[in-house]
């Protein structure tokens, strides 16, 4: 048989002391009672168990054992697989003490006569069922292949029955117990003693194996065994069924069911919610620890945002019909990720801690500062006094935050974005003032970085286009709704074609043809350019492929590099790709790039588009003269051809317009480099162009950008054009 092992002692601690205690003033009771019985004869009175007493005795044991029996039929559960066959060997004990009962001196007629030898003999029977069943619990004993149940309990009733069945109608087959005038037989006397020895065994086995056990049950259990020896003694002891050993035998027996239930009480209803609590109150411990660490930080211990949303609700309730009670402040280090890839992460992680601990120190104590992840920040102002205490706040973390960083013996400069949100005005929950406070966000590094920005509803309406937008030209590339425009480049002088500029276009299902001003500004935004890039890449090299295959001689197509296809480390590949597959030759091919993207002095770009060069591609720096002044990196790059910002052609008509392009031509054929005008529109400054020494354009005098099937008649239109011009000289 197998009992569980418990851990939970803290169901009977309590009870242990009483345990000993009540079985050794048990015994030393019994031991006084034999002392006395030596002197006096205690024997003799028969009012000290009357009737009267002996049912009320009886009918307490037989509630006790039956109490036993319900209390583990109805405690179901593999791991208790042994207690059915107690529980159900209490259920013969408790109907087998009932006829005890009912056959005792003095009961009226149960179908026989009541007779001391039909109770006592109703009596052993029960006391060597438990006996037997205490000897089976105390050695375990575990058929191999336990009985159910309900059979169990059908033994239990067949037994109860058998015995009731011999007792009435064949009391003769069995043994005599008790002989009137004559008093107890010896073989009631040798049985009492088997018992007494199967007890014995049994109290033996559960004090051997007491550590197998949870210590209350093995002491319950052994309680019970030893109480019950005690109540055998009595029985043996005594030669009057209404004696005092008579009253002294039936109370052990009582105590020893009590013990017994205790025990099975305990195992089977006490224990489990015990444990049940221990376990809830683990998994509530660890359910505490995992909402912390859920809850915090774990490099800067700030808080996380959840917190921060926890305070906003409150703070937005406290202030419910103030305006502007709560400030939601979007922190945001700009180009951090710089400084990762520059130092190493581990360097970013300290220097974010440092930048943390700045930041709370600038705050002011109802401040909450909370990290949003990577090398953002949240802030959440409450208590604020007046419109400028947000504002004060603001200037200062930005003040401060643009102070630089000793970290390692380097000092850094890593200013912040800042986007603010006012609570209850732009949003009246967390997530709204988040969003808002994010946008604003967005907007600050748009406009420079190192600035803040107050969230207002038109930027709503703006960054929710831009959304629209942005979301639109993602399904435009899997839906194939980009296509390209070609616009030609010539020779001043002699209208001869140079090339084309690919330049694409969005046809969008409901706006009709969307110009690249539109969507290029949102995809260089957020990395969509890159693929789009390569998707014009490819495109423009095809469609070239297929023009010269077709007899059409374009000698060159030049395709927009935007800065981030430059910085992706993709574009050599993506180049080598769209020659090898459409079959183009390098040499009719063009990058234009922007001064811009080159500024940041990128080696390894300067290497990728050396490399690029000397597979015979031809590169230009488009919009020459709007980005920066930096001409480092022409002497680097062995750039062919600059193009010359349309903004300076259409304004050569001016006196510093003028002086501007014919600088940049006469600096172009200093450093042996090409110049083409962009947005030539009228001949005189085409021919004003050719004058300073330009001897390449581009624009609406010759042809304006034409889908790829147009092209060949846009070119005999220009040729007719030049032709005509040339006879008008
Ligand atoms: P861009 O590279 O400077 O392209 C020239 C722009 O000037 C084109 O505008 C063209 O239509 C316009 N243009 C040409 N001749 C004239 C003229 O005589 N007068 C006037 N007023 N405009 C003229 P588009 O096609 O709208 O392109 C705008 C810009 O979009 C381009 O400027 C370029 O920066 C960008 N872009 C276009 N296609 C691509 C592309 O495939 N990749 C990338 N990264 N950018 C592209
Ligand atoms: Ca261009
Ligand atoms: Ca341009």
Redesign the pocket.
């Known amino acids: 048989m197998s009992y569980q092992t418990d851990s939970s002692t803290a169901a009977s601690t309590s009870n242990r002391y009483p345990t000993s205690v009540l079985v050794i003033a048990s015994g030393l009771l019994l031991g006084l009672v034999w002392l006395l019985s030596c002197f006096t004869d205690l024997q003799a009175g028969t009012g000290w168990f009357p009737l009267s007493v002996h049912i009320a005795c009886e009918v307490f044991a037989i509630v006790v054992a039956s109490l036993v029996f319900a209390v583990v039929w109805h405690s179901q559960g593999p791991q208790r697989a042994s207690s059915p066959l107690l529980g159900c060997a209490f259920l013969a004990i408790a109907l087998i003490d009932l006829a005890h009962m009912l056959s005792y001196n003095g009961m009226p007629d149960w179908i026989t006569p009541a007779s001391v030898e039909k109770a006592i003999s109703f009596w052993l029977v029960s006391r060597i069922l438990l006996a037997c069943t205490l000897l089976a619990v105390a050695f375990r004993l575990q058929p191999k292949r336990p009985l159910s149940r309900p059979a169990l309990l059908l033994v239990a009733l067949a037994v109860a029955g058998i015995t009731t069945f011999m007792q009435l109608y064949q009391p003769q087959l069995l043994p005599r117990t008790f002989i009137e005038g004559t008093g107890l037989t010896s073989f009631k006397i040798m049985s009492e003693w088997l018992i007494i020895a199967l007890f014995v065994v049994a109290a033996w086995r559960f004090w051997v194996g007491r550590k197998e056990r949870p210590a209350w049950q093995a002491e319950g259990l052994l309680a019970a065994t030893l109480i019950s020896i005690f109540a055998e003694l009595c029985f043996i002891a005594y030669d009057n069924v209404n004696g005092l050993f008579s009253l002294l035998g039936h109370s052990y027996k009582i105590l020893s069911y009590c013990f017994i239930y205790q025990v099975m009480f305990v195992a089977n209803v006490r224990a489990p919610y015990a444990r049940l609590a221990v376990e809830k109150a683990e998994r509530d411990a660890a359910e505490k620890k995992a909402q912390y660490l859920s809850s915090y930080d774990s490099l800067t211990g700030l808080p996380k945002p959840e917190l921060l949303q926890e305070r906003t609700r409150q703070a937005l309730m406290d202030a419910r019909g103030q305006q502007a009670s709560v400030a939601v402040l979007y922190v945001d280090f700009d180009h951090f990720k710089m400084v990762n890839d520059s130092f190493g992460h581990a360097f970013g992680d300290r220097l974010l801690c440092r930048a943390s601990e700045r930041l709370q120190q600038l705050l002011p104590e109802s401040a909450m500062l909370a990290r949003a992840g990577g090398d953002e920040f949240l802030v959440l102002l409450t208590e604020l006094t007046d419109a400028g205490a947000t504002s004060a706040v603001v200037q200062a973390l930005l003040k401060e935050l643009s102070e630089p960083f000793v970290l390692d013996w380097q000092s850094i400069v890593v200013p912040v974005s800042i986007g603010v949100a006012l609570g209850p005005n732009d949003g009246q929950d967390f997530p709204t003032l988040l969003r808002n406070a994010e946008m604003a966000m967005y907007k600050a590094k748009q406009g420079g970085r190192k600035s803040c920005c107050y969230y207002d509803s038109e930027l709503d309406a703006e960054m929710r286009g831009r959304l629209y937008l942005v979301n639109g030209l993602r399904l435009a590339l899997s839906r194939n709704e980009l296509l390209?425009?070609y616009?030609p480049q010539v020779d001043i002088a002699t209208g001869r074609l140079l090339g084309v500029?690919?330049?694409?276009?969005w046809q969008h299902p409901q706006w009709g043809l969307v110009?690249?001003?539109r969507f290029?500004p949102a995809a260089?935004e957020n990395g969509l350019?890159v693929e789009?890039?390569s998707w014009?890449l490819f495109e423009a090299c095809s469609q070239a492929a297929s023009w010269r295959a077709q007899g059409m001689m374009i000698p060159r197509v030049a395709?927009?590099?935007?800065a981030a296809?430059l910085h992706d480390g993709s574009l050599e590949r993506v180049v080598q790709d769209a020659l090898a597959k459409t079959g183009l030759p390098a040499s009719a091919l063009e990058l234009?790039l922007?001064e811009s993207s080159l500024l940041e002095n990128d080696a390894e770009v300067v290497l990728m588009l050396n490399r690029l060069k000397a597979l015979g591609i031809q590169l230009s720096i488009?919009?020459f003269g709007t980005g920066y002044s930096c001409l480092a990196y022409l002497r680097q790059l062995a750039v062919d051809t600059l193009?010359i910002?349309?903004s300076f052609v259409?304004g050569i008509d001016t006196e510093d317009g003028h002086a501007i392009v014919a600088t940049i031509i006469q600096m172009a054929d200093s450093l042996g480099l090409s110049t083409l005008a962009?947005?030539?529109?009228d001949q005189a400054v085409a021919d004003e162009l050719l004058r300073l020494g330009c001897r390449q354009a581009?624009?609406?005098?010759y042809a304006?950008?034409v889908p790829a099937q147009e092209l060949s008649a846009t070119l005999a239109a220009i040729r007719e054009q030049v032709h005509g011009s040339a006879l008008a000289q």
Do not use: F, M, S
């Open positions: 390209l425009h616009q500029e690919a330049l694409v276009r110009l690249p001003g290029i260089e350019i789009i890039g014009v395709v927009n590099v935007a296809q234009e922007t488009d919009d193009k910002d349309r259409q962009e947005g030539v529109e581009q624009g609406y005098l304006r950008p």
